[in-house]
């Protein structure tokens, strides 16, 4: 089985009917890239920027983090590279500082709120961005988009540090595309609005599906309900490649379940443009793909969003697909 993934390791993912789809690697640290790269990835879909202000005593400096961005969009040379912003909060804390304490804190002050609050942090990082986004093909993703409001936000701000670096010399790149995380059911409901103002969709499906079942991802007592197969789920999903669509931008998934086996043909058949996962799923996703037929998994897809239950999904999955 290795080997007939490794053939496919400087390959462009085509399904059997020639569509093609991107396939990308979610990373924590330039460290990461080695594996990246052998993989085969074609772009890098999720950076998670929050490892840079992990285990330490203070935030990083904007050169630090300009140095860590410019070196892995050099080192993907010109292949894209979705950067996050910062998503602290949640799951992830930082000792220096100092958050309130809460009751729920998937539901509390993190990523873009604490960002749009703490505008230093957010407009550091925002500038090193910038800077290395002269060095690459450079994305910037904002996470945790729950509102418009919040999205114009944090697109003005970018647009400030911009200009200021511009006005001062500084090279910053005019292509940079700018998108934000689905991971937000609201976000889901009205993407048809959304897409108006991004350049592009990552959906983000494992907090996603926590939001839209209202079962923490992390609390194993009620891991029955995480379900990403769940037509709820997937209706989601689908309305929101749909939208993006209808305004001409791409879609892409860097939640678990774009590297799913169960999931990958479902989302082929939804049109998904991208699917971001961790690197060593990359080559078994390509092989996977190129053994689907787009066309016939259309209507696949279209029957899983009218069936009843998570289970009727992936058994019509397993029976059909990958009998
Ligand atoms: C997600 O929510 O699906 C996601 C990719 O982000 P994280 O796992 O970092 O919350
Ligand atoms: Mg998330």
Known sequence: QKREWAKLVNEKTLSKDGHHVELAANIGTPNDLEGVINNGAEAIGLYRTEFLYMGRNELPSEDEQFEAYKTVVEKMEGKPVVIRTLDIGGDKELPYLELPKEMNPFLGYRAIRLCLEEQDIFRTQLRALLRASHYGNLKIMFPMIATLEELREAKAILNDEKEKLKANGVEVSETIEVGMMVEIPSTAVIADIFAKEVDFFSIGTNDLIQY??????????????????????????????????????????CGEMAGDEIAIPLLLGLGLDEFSMSATSILPARTLIAKLSKQELENIANEALMLSTATEVEELVKTKVLK
Request: net charge positive.
């Open 212 to 253: 839209t079942m209202a079962a923490d991802r992390m609390n194993e007592q009620v891991s029955y309900l995480y379900q990403p197969y769940n037509p709820a789920v997937l209706r989601l999903v689908s309305s929101v490649i749909k939208a993006a669509h209808q305004e001409g931008k791409w879609a892409g998934m």
